[in-house]
């Protein structure tokens, strides 16, 4: 069955941990996404990755990290550095080389929410 | 740059009535252009969207969207709205950087249905 499968759907964190956010794709794309979501606010993008070992960071990469070790996977770290870090987190993947459209298909979504 | 303004963080209709969510987008190529829906806690399923030809795009649920190069709209519409379309609503444009696509998302737009 192809897709993305984020885990986990909830996750509750203690301020000071770090905890680590699941993207998993097997839909063969090359491009990966991790977006922020708040109330009010749409999408902000915080990392992609285009190809394996390689990423850029987005709008708001700050207390956050990602690596890219394999092309089904890329896992999001929410560090201590990140100040609010409460919001709901939504992976997403496409298929990116020229002449393709940027048309993106995502996760169902990680919501985190720190104590 | 591209960017995507949606009109109206919240829009209320009641059940049977038309639905109009309104997006504009600024460009300086011709666009690829976005319409997704996000239902709570639930990531985004796409729901029609514009690369080239037919200016007029149906898309899942009945919804359709026209557009207008003119205008630099893209509006969303759906003559009867049904209870079940109360959701999040998205219009996107894609942005050309770096040899890449990527989607530039609007705030959203909150539908609610009323009896």
Redesign the interface.
């Known amino acids: 069955d192809g897709g993305?499968t984020?885990s986990p759907k909830y996750l509750f964190r203690k301020e000071g941990q770090n905890v680590t956010l699941s993207c998993e794709q097997n839909l063969n794309h090359d491009?990966m996404y991790w977006y922020r979501q708040d109330p009010?606010?749409?999408?902000r993008?915080i990392y992609?990755s285009?190809i394996v070992n390689d990423f850029q960071k987005g709008d708001i990469a700050e207390g956050y990290s990602v690596s890219r070790e394999k092309k089904e996977s890329f896992p999001l770290t929410v560090t201590s550095a990140q100040k609010n870090p409460t919001a709901?987190y939504?992976c997403?993947v496409?298929d990116?080389?020229?002449g393709?459209?940027?048309?993106?298909?995502?996760?169902?979504?990680s919501?985190l929410t720190v104590l | 740059a591209q960017s995507v303004t949606q009109l109206g963080?919240h829009v209320s209709v009641s059940e049977g009535a038309l639905v109009l969510l309104r997006c504009n987008y600024s460009s300086s190529v011709p666009p690829?252009l976005?319409w997704?829906v996000q239902y709570p806690?639930?990531?985004?399923?796409?729901l029609l969207?514009y690369?080239t030809g037919a200016t007029l795009v149906k898309g899942i649920n009945g919804f359709e969207a026209e557009f207008k190069k003119s205008e630099t709209s893209f509006h969303l519409t759906k003559p009867s709205a049904h209870m079940s379309d109360a959701a999040e609503y998205?219009c996107?444009v894609?942005?050309?950087s770096g040899?890449?696509?990527?989607?530039i998302?609007?705030?959203?737009t909150r539908l609610a249905v009323h009896p």
């Not at chain 1, 009010?40 to 999408?43: D, I, P, T």
């Open positions: 993305i984020q491009a009010g606010q749409g999408l993008l992609y285009q709901f939504l997403a496409s990116p080389g020229q393709r459209t940027g048309e993106l298909f995502f996760g169902e979504g919501r | 963080s690829y976005f997704y806690n639930q990531g985004l399923q796409l969207k690369t998205f996107a894609t942005m050309f040899g890449y696509n990527k989607l998302f609007g705030a959203g």
